[in-house]
Structure formats: structure tokens, C-alpha cells
């Protein structure tokens, strides 16, 4: 891929280089920078397929400042004195010199329409779908066209006539679009990454030989939605040997046994080359067994080392001796709505399975269980093994671990959650801030307060009383306005406190009074030594 964007960036430079020569094609004249200019739109959808909307940007932007710069550095060469043996200074700076407004009209046309180009062409992978080369020519339409229209208006409105300009260079721009089609498929989007030599020749023998290439059919990709899947970036392979499949044995008297079962099946990321495993909480939790298959195939004995209950992240070590192949971490901060990433899980064949996805979204998550995340990650389409899956961007970096399916998404917890808390969870199990006061129940917002619809038999909302059915209204004579207020309130308190719970049953208000708890003194969060 870096060949790719290298020969984007290039076809850029080469072509303003060569824009000032005109050639006559038939009854049109373009610059003869024009057919090399139109190639970059193709290259351009190539590096979108690959890196996706925002690395596309990110190229875009890179290439417009090496041609400002090449623009810049040009003038001021031509305007810096010469020698007198120098006698090519006409030539030099006619071939190099540009008028302000026509450097001016090609870098604004050239940002305007590449922008638009990425846009488009993200949008039709996300919502259509279909053949590659039909997105390459519906973006290449669209943004060579606003190429054309810009430019030529910009530069030479009032000095030239504008119309044959704008359709001559555009019939142009469009048939290079055509004899270029093959590049998109010539660097495929594999489950591995293309050794970079091989995805070099395979560029400049597109570039050679385009007119004459057979598009060769797309690589198979798993598609869970043809409207929203996208193709597996090469994302996955660089995170899928970090990726881990998880088993464990939990015995049947603790108390997550009956809510979270007692065998459970999932994923994890390596996280450090000592052997740290990243998973979501609720696998291992109170675990007396934990097995760890390997993306090579071995299967190791791990050990549970914390538990962080606010997040639900699940901390685990391999056997120590070895060097194990760790994802990079990421930030999940700067995610937003619209970013393309992977989720790469361990599918049934024992075998990392990724999947190309979309960021939905990045909000609050208020759960029924006594669980919020200010800031969750959501993605689809959905993960089959979504269970403490890596989420991760274009480059393989892990942006959060997957851990829970909801109607049509997957929510993911941020891994900026993990670096405050990683020594601790190390040293004693648990992250070193105050516990969250725990009351064991399972709630959801109802009319007029929050209704009830379970007790934890370990908790104590159980021992006081509390039921299904009942709606709490009030905590410590404060008005509960739905869940997220209610836990706030909650665990404003802290745990081992009391607390009065103003409750509505039967057709009139009861007062129920409990003591909260600390949920690492219930539940085992870490393997016995």
C-alpha cells in the first residue's frame, strides 16, 4: 500500500510537471499532464478501498501539500537570479513559471473534486456494494467532472472559452478512467498482506499495460449485509495473530455461574509480547479454568489476572518464557460515526475471522445490569464471534474489544479504558479508584422511576426485599428520572453504605432500606493463586 499512495503522490507531482505542454487529440486540446491526472483518480479509489474514507483524506491531503510545495519551490526557483552562462532561464521558466491564478485554480480543483471522489466512492461500497470497477466509475464520474468544471472556470474564465475546454478535458479524464479500471483489482483487498515488491510490479505493469488488462474477478470476502458490508481490509491480517480464542470452566456455586453459565467461549487480543490477554470480563469471571488457542494452534493454560467491572475489560497472562505477537494499541477517542475498522474474532474452525465494519456510533451505553460506558463504541454489521473480539482501524492498531451483540450492532468497549488501569489490575486484581456500589439488581426505566425485572441471589436489593415488578422512584428521597439518573445516584454512594429506596408495589409507596456492596468482595475476579 505504500507503493500505492507513493505512485499516487507521484502522478500528482508528474502531472502538474507536464500540464504545460498541450496535445492535440483530434479537435481537442488537453494538457498533457491530463492523462496521467486521471489516473490518480483510480489510484485514489484503490488507496479508499484499502485504507478506507479517512486514510483516503489523509493521502489526499499529504499529495496536495507536496504540490504546493512543488508549486512554491518552482516559482521560486524561476524567480531566483541566474547565472549569465545561464541561458535557459526563458524555457526554465516557462516550462516551470505559473500564472497565481492557474496554480490556484489547480490545487482548489484538485482538493475540491479528490474529496468529493473519496466521499462518493465510501459511500457506494457502504450503501450499494457491487462490482469495484462500477464505484471507481460512478466516483470518477462525478469528481473528474467537478475537476474539469473547476479549473478550466477558475483559471481561464474571461481569457478562453470555457465549454469545449471543460468537455474536452472531461471525455479525456473519463476514457484514462476506463483503460485504468484494472488497477482497482491489481492490489486485491487479501486476508494477507500483499508482499510489497509483488504489489509494486503489479502497479507499474497496470500503469504500462491498462488499455490491454482483463479485470481480473474480486478476491472472496466475507459479506454479512451487501449494503453496509465492506471488503476485509488488510486490517485483519495484521491484528489477526494477536487474536486469541478463550475457554473457560467456571464451578456451578458462584455466583455469575447462573446468569453468565458455566462454560463460556469467546476471543481476546494479545496485548503485550509477555503474554497479556485483553478479553471481555464476563468470560472469565470467577473462572477456574481458562484455555488459550493460539492463532498457530496451540492451546495454553492462562491465568485470570483482574477484572475491571466499570469497563468490562478481563485481563489474562499466558505461560511466561515465550514472545507472543501483540496488537499495537490505538485510541478510541478521535473515533467517530462513518470510520471504517475490522472486528477480528475466533471463529469455529478455531481460526481468527475478521470482518470489515462501520463505526455507527459513539454515545453513552446505560445497561440493565447495573452497567454504563460513558463512551462505547458501536459498529456493524455484527460479529458472529463477537465475544471479546479486537476492533480495530485500518492500520491493525486496537481501538476497543467487542463485547456485546445488540439488535443490529456490536458494542465495543474503548481500549483507552485499559492504560489507566493496566499496573493495577497487574498488581492487585482490580483498578485502584473506589468500587461502584452494588445493589444485584437487573432494572429498566419505566413510568415514573425504574422498574425492576431481577434480583442477583448474591446481592442485596434480594435480601432486602426488593422484587420484580417493584419501580423504584426515589433514592434518598431524590426523584429517579430513568436509569442512567438512577445509577448516578446510586453510585454516588459509596459501597458498603446505606441506602433508602423509595418503591412503589401494589398500588402504594414502601421504603426500602439496604446496604450496597462491593462487587470484587462477591464475585472472584482474579485466579486463586
Known sequence: MILAIALYVACELIANVTAAKPVLLGPVVVPAGVFVYAVTFTLLDLVNERLGRAGARRVILAAFCANLLLAVYAQLTVWAPAPAFFDAQPAFARVLGSTPRIVAASLLAYLASSLVDAEIFAWWRVRIGGFRWLRVLASNAVSTALDS??????????????????????????????????????????????????????????????????????????????????????????????????????????????????????????????????????????????????????????????????????????????????????????????????????????????????????????????????????????????????????????????????????????IDLFPPVREALLAHGRPPRPPRPWLGVRAVAGAGGVAIIGVAAAGPAQAAGLGHGDVVVRVNGERVADLEDFYRKVWRTAAGSELQLTVYREGRLDTVTLRSKDRYSIFRYRSVP
Not at 449485509?225 to 491484528?239: G, K, L
Not at 494479545?270 to 477456574?288: H, K, M, N, R
Not at 469497563?311 to 497472562?317: E, K, Q, T, W
Open 149 to 414: 468544471v473547476l479549473f478550466v472556470t477558475l483559471a481561464f474564465l474571461g481569457v478562453l472559452p470555457i465549454a469545449p475546454l471543460v468537455v474536452g478535458q472531461y471525455l479525456v479524464k473519463m476514457a484514462v478512467t476506463v483503460v485504468s479500471l484494472p488497477l482497482i483489482y491489481l492490489i486485491r483487498a487479501p486476508r494477507a498482506e500483499a508482499g510489497l515488491p509483488r504489489a509494486g510490479v503489479a502497479l507499474g505493469l497496470g500503469l504500462v499495460l491498462a488499455g490491454s488488462a482483463v479485470a481480473a474477478p474480486q478476491a472472496p470476502t466475507l459479506r454479512l449485509d451487501p449494503r453496509t458490508a465492506q471488503e476485509v481490509p488488510t486490517a485483519v491480517a495484521r491484528v489477526s495473530p494477536a487474536v486469541v480464542g478463550i475457554r473457560s470452566a467456571v464451578p456451578r456455586d458462584r455466583p455469575s455461574a447462573a446468569t453468565l453459565g458455566v462454560e463460556r467461549v469467546g476471543s481476546g487480543v494479545l496485548v503485550d509480547p509477555d503474554g497479556l490477554v485483553l478479553t471481555a470480563g464476563y468470560l472469565v469471571l470467577e473462572a477456574s479454568a481458562v484455555e488459550v488457542l493460539l492463532s498457530d494452534g496451540r492451546t495454553l493454560e492462562a491465568r485470570v489476572v483482574g477484572h475491571d467491572f466499570e469497563s468490562g475489560l478481563g485481563l489474562l497472562r499466558l505461560p511466561a518464557g515465550g514472545r507472543y505477537p501483540a496488537a499495537p494499541l490505538g485510541r478510541a477517542d478521535p473515533v467517530a460515526a462513518g470510520q471504517p475498522v475490522a472486528v477480528v474474532g475466533m471463529g469455529d474452525a478455531h481460526r481468527p475471522v475478521g470482518i470489515a465494519a462501520a463505526v455507527t456510533g459513539a454515545r453513552r451505553f446505560v445497561a440493565y445490569w447495573e452497567y454504563m460506558l460513558e463512551r462505547a463504541l458501536f459498529v456493524a454489521p455484527q460479529h458472529p464471534a463477537f465475544g471479546g473480539a479486537a476492533l480495530v482501524d485500518a492500520d491493525g492498531a486496537l481501538l476497543g474489544i467487542v463485547s456485546l451483540k445488540l439488535e443490529r450492532e456490536n458494542l465495543a468497549i474503548p
